[in-house]
């Protein structure tokens, strides 16, 4: 019988890794989750139209598209950028796949993943990325500090920006 530190699949004193297949089912089910909600917003609402409440206060519906990266920036370069997304999120997924990691870095590498591709699936197949969620709350908190409305998001952008947040806190546990 083998070690843990003499394995393959184990990771050296820590904790089993999730299999392999664990971070790309997440990954994929995000995926499905963002396109499906992207291809919902294409059908059933229309770009300059008012927002539709949801969840009254906290999340509306607005249909609107972004040629860049966050905030709008480097507007016009979908291609570039959805390239480059597609590249960083099958590179994340290939190395959890093949360098096995603690299950919570595991999951948070599969979100980023999952949001980089979900955005670059967008930038490849129609030139723009669609984002349809708006946060009248959010957009509270960041006029109150003098920031403008919070940006119009979709899924994928959420996975990438809550599961960066979750690797600086990981980072940040993992430095005690």
């Not at 963002?34 to 059933?44: C, F, I, P």
């Amino acid at each position: 019988m083998s070690s843990p530190s003499s394995s393959g699949s184990r990771l050296v004193n820590g904790p089993r890794p999730l299999a392999a297949w664990v971070p790309l089912l997440i990954a994929g089910l995000l995926l499905v989750a963002d396109q499906l909600l992207k291809a919902w917003a294409l059908a059933n609402l229309t770009e300059g139209t008012p927002a539709v409440p949801f969840v009254p206060g906290l999340i509306s519906w607005v249909l609107t598209f972004n040629t860049g990266a966050a905030w709008s920036l480097l507007s016009g370069s979908a291609l570039p950028l959805a390239l480059g997304r597609l590249l960083v999120g099958l590179g994340i997924l290939a190395y959890v796949v093949f360098r096995p990691q603690q299950r919570a870095l595991s999951i948070v590498l599969a979100m980023i993943a999952a949001g980089a591709i979900g955005n670059a699936i967008d930038g490849l197949r129609l030139g723009r990325v669609t984002d349809m969620v708006s946060s009248p709350a959010l957009s509270a908190v960041t006029r109150a500090i003098k920031a403008g409305e919070f940006p119009i998001f979709n899924i994928a952008d959420s996975c990438v920006v809550v599961g960066t947040i979750l690797l600086v806190l990981l980072s940040l546990r993992r430095s005690k």
